[in-house]
T-cell receptor, first 114, second 116 residues
Framework: GAVVSQHPSWVICKSGTSVKIECRSL??????MFWYRQFPKQSLMLMAT?????????EQGVEKDKFLINHASLTLSTLTVTSAHPEDSSFYIC??????????FGQGTRLTVV | GNSVTQMEGPVTLSEEAFLTINCTYT??????LFWYVQYPGEGLQLLLK?????DKGSNKGFEATYRKETTSFHLEKGSVQVSDSAVYFC???????????????FGQGTILTVHP
């Protein structure tokens, strides 16, 4: 299947700093990418839908000023966690939707805010 | 809204045992149903899917049947292997036409460990 690469795989940052996570579709173009968050022993929760060249659509309860999403090209979307705090520590996963509608997932990024 | 409920884990089995992981759902509209698998250190991979009632999805010896009457999509495998050890997620989408399945609602995941 298609490959989606997420970087970094894990990151530790200090409280108050910002962290950027990249999601790339390596062998296909993705007009739409999705960002999920997963808490320990819980399901993946959709945070936002990112469409190339337009503003992201955020799910209810997700702070768009806190989680900045940019989808500048058909192969790259970024999630920036701004002014991170310990409660933002989580596992973030992206997926990219191919032309036929199937979604392919990145391996996830473990964010720890200290 | 949409929701997916999976059986609690973790599940521990011996090799060649029969596997069932229960999944039930609630959905507004007519959902497409999926099982994803996540091997250690890797991203989620689509294992199988079913887009309409009574459809049976199958892959790698795993099967699941879309049961509209019981709103269920239980995952089964007749004989598990050590290499099946992973986290399994049940999911659904109600996006238009059911053909576009990027916006997914997931269950909480079930950890499966298979011992030799």
């Amino acid at each position: 299947g298609a490959v989606v690469s997420q970087h970094p795989s894990w990151v530790i940052c200090k409280s108050g700093t910002s962290v950027k996570i990249e999601c790339r579709s390596l062998d296909f173009q993705a007009t739409t990418m999705f960002w999920y968050r997963q808490f320990p022993k819980q399901s993946l929760m959709l945070m936002a839908t990112s469409n190339e060249g337009s503003k992201a659509t955020y799910e209810q309860g997700v702070e768009k000023d806190k989680f900045l999403i940019n989808h500048a090209s058909l192969t790259l979307s970024t999630l920036t966690v701004t002014s991170a705090h310990p409660e933002d520590s989580s596992f973030y996963i992206c997926s990219a939707r191919s032309w036929d509608g199937e979604a392919f997932f990145g391996q996830g990024t473990r964010l720890t805010v200290v | 809204g949409n929701s997916v409920t999976q059986m609690e884990g973790p599940v521990t089995l011996s090799e060649e045992a029969f596997l069932t992981i229960n999944c039930t759902y609630t959905a507004t509209g007519y959902p497409s149903l999926f099982w994803y698998v996540q091997y250690p250190g890797e991203g989620l991979q689509l294992l199988l899917k079913a887009t309409k009632a009574d459809d049976k999805g199958s892959n790698k010896g795993f099967e699941a049947t879309y049961r509209k009457e019981t709103t269920s999509f239980h995952l089964e495998k007749g004989s598990v292997q050590v290499s099946d050890s992973a986290v399994y997620f049940c999911a659904l989408t109600t996006e238009a036409g059911g053909t576009s399945y990027g916006k997914l609602t997931f269950g909480q995941g079930t950890i499966l460990t298979v011992h030799p």
